[in-house]
């Protein structure tokens, strides 16, 4: 039986987050995480698997509480 993982929408801050915590793991500290261009972050995100979002869809602030979920993961992951 195979497992249906939703597509992935960009109000999904956590999975996304999640997601980008999976594939850089701890190559970006927070300070790195926050230094990250926007212009990057988007091309990363429209890359993961099952995002099913648009480029036209994006806007500062998701890419804003992406960035903040992103770091909020790799703290939970420094424990």
């Known amino acids: 039986m195979t497992h249906f993982e939703p597509p992935i929408q960009w109000t999904d801050y956590e999975d996304i987050a999640m997601r980008l915590y999976e594939?850089?793991?701890?190559?970006f500290n927070e300070s790195k995480i926050y230094r990250v261009r926007f212009t990057?972050?988007?091309?990363?995100i429209l890359q993961l698997p099952n995002f099913a979002g648009t480029r036209e869809e994006s806007n500062e602030?998701?890419?804003e509480m992406i960035q903040s979920a992103w770091v909020y993961e790799w703290r939970d992951n420094q424990k």
């Open 40 to 44: 990057d972050l988007l091309e990363w």
């Open 23 to 27: 594939r850089f793991g701890d190559d």
């Open 61 to 63: 602030g998701h890419l």
